[in-house]
Structures are given as structure tokens and as C-alpha cells.
């Protein structure tokens, strides 16, 4: 299970850092140089992976992640229906 885990924040790093800068811009109050910090620890700290920090980060940072990936989201679908 930590190997999904940690290959799934992998992902979400990795998907942090190919955001078009409008998106990093308007919504700032998103951690997206810490999510992609993350995503090269994980990556590349081999076996200095701090496993206490994963668990929190699953815990915690996802749900508000989550949330900020619902405005954005939710601010596409507005965009596109006003055009």
C-alpha cells in the first residue's frame, strides 16, 4: 500500500509541474512548488523517503488538494459555458 501511495503523490507532482501558468497564478493560495518538492523526493530520495510524511500527506493534503482541483474545475466548466 505505501508503494500505491507514494507512486500516486508521484503522479500528482509530476501533473503539478505541466500546469499552464494561468492556473499556478489564479489559484496561488495551491502549494504547487511544494507538491512538486514532494513529487521529487518521492521520486528521487530512494531510501530517504520520509514514510511519517507520506501518511500525512495522504491524510491531510489530498482532501485540500482535492478542493482546489474542484475550483478549478468548476471555474473550466464556467469558462466554457460562458463562451
Request: aromatic fraction near 8%.
Amino acid at each position: 500500500m505505501q508503494s500505491a501511495v507514494i507512486r500516486e503523490l508521484g503522479i500528482i507532482g509530476e501533473a503539478t509541474k505541466n500546469l499552464v501558468d494561468d492556473i499556478r497564478k489564479t489559484f496561488k493560495n495551491i502549494p504547487w512548488i511544494k507538491i512538486a518538492g514532494m513529487r521529487d523526493k518521492l521520486i528521487h530520495g530512494y531510501f530517504t523517503v520520509d514514510l511519517k510524511e507520506v501518511w500525512n500527506t495522504a491524510k491531510k493534503d489530498i482532501y485540500i488538494l482535492k478542493i482546489g482541483v474542484e475550483k478549478i474545475l468548476s471555474n473550466k466548466d464556467e469558462d466554457e459555458n460562458n463562451d
